[in-house]
């Protein structure tokens, strides 16, 4: 934010990295630090052992990210009063697309061609929930952290309406049909989102449509 002055120190001598901030405005940056420590990527192999076998499948994935975000969640809202609200919507934000990039791999693993019409409608249904957000455009633009997650999940919404076909896979769709996928951003979104969206796709090397 506008006059934030803000030192960060990182710890690198214990097993675990550790992160210590201070200066104006350093509050948000250690709340959003301890956020990430209640995370997936912070608790990736312990989160995996605790599931075993079942942490395969994709609604056993999506389970753990919304668990995952509502606890990070509710810290926030403890604190919510002491953040700007758009500061707070930001972090929002930002909570739901990590754990959508982490743990709502719909563009990696569907292997739609493999399932039967029941398991392809019931993909549908967990795509369409996991799409769901109470935040609004203008405070998603502002997320990185969601701007990967709702590219990816788009780039799945097109495999969705093409189950068959390879040329909607991820390795395939940007040298096969770009188009469609910025066809996708341009009708659904406006304003910021829309370039961001485009722009962060725009940029891959792997463009050749």
Known sequence: EPEDDIE????KSKQELSYLFSGKGAAKFDLRWHSDLQGYSLNREAIQRGYGNRFGDLKTKIKI?????????????IVKDDLPFEVYQIMKA????QNGIDLKPFSYYMGLNQLSK?????YRILFSQSMVSDLPDSILAQSPNY???LSNMLIAQL????PNDPSYHLQNIYSNNFSDLCSVIRTNYTGALREKLLLYNLLSLKVQD
Request: a negative charge.
């Open 118 to 122: 029941a398991e392809l409608e019931d």
């Open 159 to 162: 495999q969705l309406e093409h």
């Open 8 to 11: 960060i120190i990182i710890d």
């Open 65 to 77: 990210a919304d668990s995952i975000s509502q606890l990070q969640l509710n810290s926030l809202e």
């Open 94 to 97: 930002d909570i739901y697309g």
């Open 147 to 149: 701007l990967l997650f």
